[in-house]
Nanobody, 128 residues
């Protein structure tokens, strides 16, 4: 069973930065494709960013492109979402997601339904 634990959320002013972390369990966690999703208040969950299992390919939602980056540290079994130039519309609960090793090949997984493992979520609030 894969366990994902997010951290790093909080309250930040518009224009500020936060880095979310997602610690993954399992000896093969270095090979997990990973994604970040978010659910704004009163809205449905939406895709934010994803990284292929190899780390060589990433993909971002248009709304965060150029402001967010996604990365992984295999030595720490941890994945990151660096969020810069935050806007009030980035306010949401952020979730990391993972799936079985090597899934997707060199392509990130972009749909929530493609992931079987989810973290508990971390709140990000951006004040104007």
């Amino acid at each position: 069973q894969v366990q994902l634990v997010e951290s790093g959320g909080g309250l930040v002013q518009a224009g500020g930065s936060l880095r979310l972390s997602c610690a993954a369990s399992g000896r093969t966690s270095s090979y997990y494709p990973m994604g970040w999703f978010r659910q704004p208040p009163g809205k449905e969950r939406e895709f934010v960013a994803a990284i292929s299992w190899s780390g060589t390919s990433t993909y971002f939602a248009d709304s965060v492109k150029g402001r967010f980056t996604i990365s992984k540290d295999n030595a720490k079994n941890t994945f990151y979402l660096q969020m810069n130039s935050l806007k009030p519309e980035d306010t949401a609960v952020y979730y990391c997601a993972a799936d079985r090793p090597f899934k997707g090949g060199n392509y990130p997984l972009l749909e929530g339904g493609q992931y079987n493992y989810w973290g508990q979520g971390t709140q990000v609030t951006v004040s104007s």
